[in-house]
């Protein structure tokens, strides 16, 4: 029960509510939000599955990038049940593990009490924001993240008749009707691309304000990103519905189920990965490496079983830092 909570939201927003708003509520509200409160646990026994649940290469490969600098704090954010952490802490092994302190940032309190039970033992700690991390590890830290932008509520706008307009829900009792307002347009290379009429697209602008945050307390290291989408112009290549969607017990749903079943599904959009990396360059990161995540795995000598291989396609990896020396 949402308490008249939507329709709350409506009025404060003026009418309707912008999608990412309603994204927002739906994933992160302290009493309704599916990360904050319903997510039973990622994996099989959850709404959906990632990749450190199915294959331990990724594990292998962030350990190998982790070794290629002698940073002593890691911090990875958004951690879901821990299994990446513990297998990436196995493989860094015992010297290096005994120096490193291993940071963990994570929003959902479900989550991280599985992760605490997962890693009991293990030299980790828990931060509840990236600016709080840097700053125990003296800003200078390795940072990694896998299926993290696509959890951050996303901005949806529709080319109609030759301009961008901002996709909004109109609450009508139990459903949420679609409207298409004007709005101020984000920087983004989505709303630059030449894309059919009714196309669709989705701005990750809650992620570059994220990145806003905390840039500031990040004095030194490299940020590795995974996830799934890809730079433009490929992400909207054949598909002019765009990416958004919704989990539940392991379906895929599209188009009005995604509004449906408030705070009890996982929705998520895949991630333009050109965004990332301009916003990044403009707060001065430099970029590395990117790429798919097959050749990011064979570049850590690392390969994909051959029944991953078209789903390592679909994964991109971008390497960010601050140093000139630890771009590659
Ligand atoms: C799709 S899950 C991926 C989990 C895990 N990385 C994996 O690969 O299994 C997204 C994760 O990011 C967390 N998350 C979402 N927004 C976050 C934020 N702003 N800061 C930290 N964690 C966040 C979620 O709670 C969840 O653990």
Request: proline letters at 5%.
């Amino acid at each position: 029960m949402t308490g008249g909570f939507l329709e709350s939201l409506q009025d404060e927003c003026g009418g309707s509510i912008p999608f990412d708003r309603f994204m927002e509520a739906a994933l992160y509200h302290p009493d309704f939000g599916y990360y904050t409160k319903r997510i039973r646990t990622v994996g099989a026994r959850g709404d959906f599955s990632t990749w450190p649940g199915i294959d331990s290469s990724l594990a292998r490969s962030v350990a190998a990038w982790l070794k290629q600098s002698r940073r002593r704090h890691v911090i990875e954010i958004g951690a879901g049940t821990g299994r990446l952490a513990d297998a990436v802490l196995d493989r860094l092994g015992y010297v290096r593990r005994w120096r490193t302190t291993y940071h963990i940032v994570e929003v959902s309190p479900v989550l991280r009490e599985e992760q605490k039970n997962l890693l009991r033992g293990r030299k980790v700690v828990w931060h509840e924001d990236l600016a709080e991390a840097l700053d125990a590890s003296g800003g200078e830290a390795d940072i990694f993240s896998n299926e993290l932008p696509d959890a951050f509520p996303c901005r949806v706008f529709v080319q109609s008749a030759g301009s961008w307009m901002e996709l909004a829900l109109r609450i009508e009792g139990n459903s949420a009707r679609e409207v298409l307002v004007p709005a101020e347009l984000p920087a983004s290379s989505a709303l630059q691309a030449d894309l059919p009429e009714g196309s669709r697209v989705e701005v990750h602008e809650s992620y570059r304000q994220w990145m806003e945050k905390w840039a500031p307390h990040w004095k030194a290291g490299r940020m590795l990103t995974v996830d799934y989408g890809s730079p433009m112009p490929g992400l909207y290549h054949r598909r002019p519905a765009g990416t958004l969607r919704a989990y539940s017990h392991h379906q895929r749903l599209q188009g009005p189920d995604v509004y449906a079943a408030f705070g009890h599904r996982d929705i998520t959009a895949d991630v333009n990965f050109t965004d990332l990396q301009v916003w990044g360059e403009t707060l001065g990161w430099l970029t590395g490496f990117r790429g798919n995540l097959a050749s990011f795995l064979e570049g850590q000598s690392s390969t994909l079983p051959e029944a991953l291989r078209g789903a390592g396609e679909a994964f991109h990896v971008l390497c960010q830092s601050l140093q000139p020396k630890e771009s590659a």
